[in-house]
C-alpha cells in the first residue's frame, strides 16, 4: 500500500515562492515610507531598519528554498 509522505506534498514546494512574493510587497512598502520621507533623519532612521531587517528576510526565503528542494540548489542561487 502507498503512503503519502507527509514532508513531500504538492504544498510544500510552492511555500518559497509564497513568501517570496509576500517579501516583495514588503519592500514596496517599505520603499513607499522611505520615500514618503521629508527630513534626513526619519528617512535615515527607516532605511538603517530595511538594511537591518532585509538579511534577516533574505536568510529566512534562503532556507525555505533550501529546505524546499534540498537537491537543486539552482533554485536557490
Known amino acids: 500500500m502507498n503512503e503519502i ?3 513531500k506534498g504538492c504544498c510544500n514546494n510552492i511555500t ?4 517570496m512574493i509576500a ?12 520615500g514618503l520621507q521629508t527630513k534626513l533623519n526619519p528617512a535615515m532612521s ?9 538579511g534577516a528576510a533574505g536568510s529566512a526565503l534562503g532556507i525555505s528554498l533550501v529546505k524546499a528542494f534540498p537537491n537543486d540548489f539552482r533554485l536557490v542561487r
Not at 517579501?23 to 522611505?34: K, Q
Not at 527607516?46 to 532585509?54: C, E, N, P, S, T
Open 16 to 19: 518559497p515562492f509564497v513568501l
Open 5 to 7: 509522505d507527509p514532508k
Open 46 to 54: 527607516i532605511m538603517l531598519a530595511i538594511f537591518i531587517h532585509k
Open 23 to 34: 517579501l516583495c510587497v514588503h519592500a514596496t512598502f517599505e520603499g513607499l515610507a522611505l
